[in-house]
Every structure is written in C-alpha cells, then in structure tokens.
C-alpha cells in the first residue's frame, strides 16, 4: 500500500513538473489574455508597403476564392477592423490582403478584398516576391493548386522611422479581438 501511494505521489508530482515547465516555456498556454498571439520583432520589407501611408498594417495572407480558411478569417477581421473604426483611433491600420497564387490578376484580387471591406487593399505578387515572403515570415502555405492549404495567420506591423517592423503575429482564428484591439490601441 505504502508503495502505490509513493508511486501515485511521484507520478502526481512528476506531471505537476511537466505542467509547470510547459507553462514557463510556453507562456501563451497559460495566459489565456494572450492565447493566439506570438510576439515577433523584426524588419520586414514587404514590396506592397513601398507607399504605404498608414503608420499600422494588419496583412494577411490568402487566396482568391478560399472558402474553408480565408473568408472565415477575413469575416473575422472585418468585424476587428469596423470595431477599429468605431474607437475613433488617431491611427486607422491599413489592412492588406496577400494573394497567395502568383498568377492571379490585380483586378480580381482586389475585388476579393474589397468583397470584405471596401478599404481593404491587396497585392498580387509575382512568384519570386511571394518565394521571398514565405520565406521572410516563414509562411505555411502548400500550393496544392485548387485546394491550397494554410494557415490564417494575421501579422501586425507598424512603421518604425522609414522601415516597416513586424511586431505580433496572430495564429488563431476566429481571432482574440479583445487582443488585437489592444495591442492596437498600445501602439498609437
């Protein structure tokens, strides 16, 4: 009996300690207030911000006509961005959607933007900028044609002097909102 009791104890205390360095070494998991969202700092020349007015860019990256990963999120961002425009900010982030199939024609990106906001902008890369993108942010995307898959990450950037700065990622959707907002209105 005293020996399944000392072993029930230290099988206890043993997942007491896993729990414990899993809530120190991810801290996102056991901060519900900032579940969804990674802090990433760093300078991200993005060829669609060349001239770029806003001082705050919410960017996410998709494809034309995706029904399964996009419109739920870009619903969600809708929702985030008219919430934005009803705090009456000193700074309206601007927000872009990133086309993620080279071959799609301006026109037809933009309308798909535009199908959610009639402020959202867009960009249509060519293959060798959304290569370097990918690789820039570390975007998890595969071009399976038709039934591309990826992720519905949201990135936050601000305007640091002349250069462009990544400042939080969001990795879940539906989006924290209560989050997004924040951070947003820290940043003005």
């Known amino acids: 009996m005293k020996k399944s009791l000392k072993t029930f104890s230290g099988i206890v205390l043993i997942i007491i300690a896993f729990g414990l360095i899993a809530a120190l070494a991810f801290p996102a998991l056991s901060d519900s207030d900032h579940a969804g969202r990674t802090q990433k700092q760093m300078v991200v020349n993005l060829p669609f911000l060349k001239n770029e007015k806003s001082e705050l860019i919410l960017v996410y990256f998709g494809y034309v006509g995706c ?112 989050l997004i907002l924040k951070d947003i209105g820290e940043l003005q």
């Open 67 to 178: 029904t399964r990963i996009c419109t739920p999120a870009l619903n969600d961002l809708t929702q985030i961005y008219h919430e934005l425009q009803h705090q009456k900010l000193k700074r309206l982030p601007s927000v872009w959607f990133v086309n993620m199939t080279p071959e799609m024609d301006s026109f037809s990106v933009q309308s798909w933007a535009e199908h959610f906001d009639k402020d959202f902008k867009s960009y249509a890369p060519h293959e060798n900028e959304l290569h370097s993108m990918v690789q820039l942010l570390n975007l998890v995307y595969s071009d399976l044609g038709v039934e591309a898959e990826h992720m519905p990450y949201l990135y936050l950037i601000r305007k640091v002097g002349t250069q462009y700065e990544l400042v939080y990622i969001y990795t879940s959707s539906p989006y924290n909102r209560k």
